[in-house]
């Protein structure tokens, strides 16, 4: 605890270092009365003015902005933009983040998301490929998040590009393959204090507070600080969280020039958090899935743990040169120490539900840093218009990472019933140097606009070159390019057409020197992801529908044989194909909808000898879908649904099936007064039915298990 609270201070203290900065800013740089330029209206994420007289403009339904941002290519009119790309709002944020799945309740109301793991992992896929939180952005910025539990209350809203885009995001050192997840954080709007007091279902508890300010000669500057505690075993038996965490956002705005700084510190204790089982397929073990057990249950000692503190940093700055010109700076740091690590996971033996689990013990101490300068302006070759943007971006890490052999436990359960095991003592290791990576990217990208901007093309190119240093061996170096290729044509107001190539890579890998390859110790060229998608988007009435279909081809390892020597290369790989359903809207002035649903055909189309030619992919539903849904009787009553639906999929090779699963949540909103004090009560249930079900995690036999009926009350106070 004590460690708690010296870290928190130091979270104040770097929040008071930019404050000063700020004041500092106000010295050095003086409002322009004369020769003044007006802002241009696309924006790199994460660097819009947080003016209190600005409104964010809203679709139908109110849940998704009508100008998401697109990476690097900044905010756009959704139905300008050339992918399929979806930016929820502070309000869905409000309505359908969940206790158990946190913002992930929200990414996965767009029909290319899926949650894959429980409350310890919050890892999702988009069109089939596992993102985690090291491949999410925040503001723009890549590599600031960890993978496990996500702290949310500072973001203001999340948006999801469906599909590879490296081409027009900053260059990260965890590749998103199937899409990128921006986060962007909270900014003084104006002069506020709210304080929020949640019941999260079980034992836990929650207190948040969140206060803003603006100040200065046109509100230039905003400060916002958002706080929250978080204690108390969940609705999963044994299972109990502990969070605290601060985060504090300074912004400020002129005529020529806007900058935010967001500084951040988390810390959790998270014991026997749930994330997956396995299963020992085979005839004397398991047959068949065993049915699901009761999800109320952990399946981990009570004593296992993960415990880690996060520190970021975000800082993002444009500066207006001329009427046609902006230079733009993106800096990031964020250090993740997860020193408390005892954990694992079941793996079931037979079909009566018996498992083994093991435990170790894998600190992991990481530091990230990232930096991206460029320059974005337009001009003009007769009737059409250019917008370009020219960047480069560099990304340092280094990674200490170990497991401790001085320490091992096993145990034996079944999943059937409730089970308990004797505390060992738990150990503490400083892990050891791993690597360092050293990661230089750049980006070259262009939107010709012409018939007055109905027809849009982007074309772009970006690149990057890998330096990767082992602990005690050799560095080795890789670079790749990938194109960009998109078109949107507006064909008539309400109705855009639009189609694009996208690509990624990652960093490269290099062959196993342990088993037994004629080319051990290769380094291998990184592996593309190439994405082709056309797709429609169509405003009726009250509603946009967004139709998409797409193919996704992943380069993968593969063994390959010459005669009698093996050899590893970059020659298989998987073929996504899919389409996509999304809406948005309203029926009557009541009722506000969101939604959709998604066919995906995950295959194996190059695998060694040809083996598994054409097979499933594990883990890898066929349908998905998912409906939000709010009712408004009255100004101050609001009636709240989701509905989220997993079909069925195979594991082990395509031997097993795992039925597919509905689930249900129901709440209400009302808002009150409480003498002079405006207050908002909230009460969700969620998995009404009680439903028992395993969940596909993708591209793996194993399973996770999700949360039980939950019950959650919360009150916000708008002091």
């Known amino acids: 605890m004590e460690m708690t609270k010296r870290k928190l201070m130091c979270a104040i203290a770097l929040a008071t270092v930019g404050s000063v900065w700020m004041g500092a800013a106000s010295a050095t740089e003086k409002t322009a009365e004369i020769d003044s330029y007006e802002l241009a209206p696309v924006t790199v994420e994460g660097e819009r003015p947080a003016a209190a007289a600005e409104e964010e403009e809203t679709l139908p339904g109110g849940f998704v902005s009508s100008k998401p941002s697109v990476g690097l290519l900044g905010s756009q009119d959704v139905m300008d933009a050339p992918f399929t790309v979806t930016a929820f709002n502070q309000k869905t944020m409000k309505t359908f983040a969940s206790p158990s799945d946190g913002v992930n309740g929200v990414l996965s109301l767009h029909p290319s998301v899926r949650v894959l793991t429980s409350h310890l992992y919050q890892d999702i896929a988009i069109r089939g490929f596992r993102i985690t939180g090291h491949s999410e952005y925040v503001n723009g910025i890549p590599g600031l998040l960890g993978q496990m539990n996500l702290p949310h209350y500072w973001v203001d809203s999340v948006s999801v590009i469906s599909g590879p885009n490296l081409g027009v995001s900053g260059t990260t050192l965890s ?9 962007v954080s909270k900014k003084a709007e104006r002069d506020a204090v709210e304080a929020r007091l949640s019941y999260l279902g079980g034992h836990s508890v ?23 505690n978080t204690h108390g075993e969940t609705a999963i038996k044994h299972e109990e969280l502990k969070r605290q965490n601060i985060f504090v956002n300074l912004d400020q705005h002129t005529e020529k020039s806007r900058t935010n700084l967001l500084l951040g510190y988390n810390h959790t204790k998270h014991n026997a958090g749930p994330m997956r089982i396995g299963f020992k397929f085979g005839s004397a073990n398991v047959t068949g899935l065993p049915s699901a057990p009761d999800l109320s249950r952990s399946y981990k000692p009570a004593w296992s743990y993960n415990e880690y503190d996060n520190i970021i940093a975000a800082l993002n700055h444009e500066q207006k040169l001329g009427a046609h010109l902006t230079a733009f700076l993106n800096a990031g740091y964020h250090h993740e120490n997860w020193y408390g690590y005892v954990d694992g996971s079941p793996t079931v033996q037979n079909d009566s539900g018996d498992f083994t689990i093991s435990m170790s013990n894998y600190p992991l101490d990481l530091t990230r840093t990232y930096v991206g300068v460029g320059l974005r302006g337009d001009f003009r070759t007769g009737m059409v218009r250019h917008d370009y943007i020219v960047g480069m971006d560099q990304n340092w890490m280094h990674y200490y990472i170990g497991n401790n052999p001085a320490f091992s436990w096993s145990g034996t359960g079944n999943i059937y019933r409730d089970n308990t095991w004797a505390s060992p003592e738990i150990p503490h290791l400083k892990p050891p140097h791993s690597r360092n990576t050293q990661l230089t990217g750049w980006h070259v990208v262009d939107t010709m606009k012409a018939f007055d901007d109905r027809l849009q093309v982007t074309v772009g190119i970006h690149g990057h070159s890998v330096k990767l240093s082992p602990a005690g061996k050799s560095s080795t170096k890789t670079d790749a390019i990938s194109p960009t290729v998109a ?58 529908n967004t139709f998409s279909y797409f193919e996704i081809r992943q380069a993968n390892a593969i063994d390959v044989y010459e005669g009698t020597q093996k050899y590893r290369r970059i020659d298989g790989e998987q073929k996504n194909k899919g389409a996509e359903w999304a809406f948005t809207g309203t029926i009557g002035k009541k009722l506000e909808l969101i939604g959709g649903f998604t066919y995906l055909d995950v295959r194996q189309s190059k695998t060694a000898r040809g083996t598994n030619d054409g097979k499933r992919v594990d883990g890898m539903p066929y349908w998905t879908g998912t409906l939000g849904m709010v009712y408004r009787p009255t100004t101050d009553w609001s009636l709240i649904a989701r509905m989220n639906y997993v079909g069925d999929s195979v594991i082990n090779g395509g031997a097993i099936p795992v039925p597919s699963h509905t689930l249900f949540d129901l709440g209400a909103t009302y808002r009150t007064t409480m003498g002079r004090t405006p207050v908002t009560l909230s009460a969700m249930v969620y998995n009404v039915t009680g439903k028992d079900y395993w969940n596909p995690r993708g591209d793996s036999s194993s399973l996770a298990l999700g949360a039980p009926r939950t019950f959650t009350f919360s009150a916000n106070f708008e002091i």
Do not use: C, W
Not at 175 to 183: D, I, L, P, Q
Not at 212 to 225: A, C, E, H, L, Q
Not at 495 to 505: G, I, P
């Open 487 to 544: 078109v949107n044509y507006r064909v008539a107001p309400n109705v855009t057409v639009y189609a694009n190539h996208t690509e990624s890579f990652g960093l490269g890998s290099t062959v196993s020197t342990t088993s037994g390859y004629a080319n051990a110790g290769e380094m291998l060229d990184p592996s593309k992801t190439k994405q082709n998608e056309i797709g429609v988007k169509m405003q009726t009435g009250e509603f946009l």
């Open 206 to 228: 929650e207190e948040a507070v969140d206060v803003s300010n603006r100040f200065g000669k046109d509100d230039r500057y905003g400060v916002r600080i958002t706080a929250t």
């Open 175 to 183: 590749e998103a393959v199937g899409g990128t997840v921006n986060y």
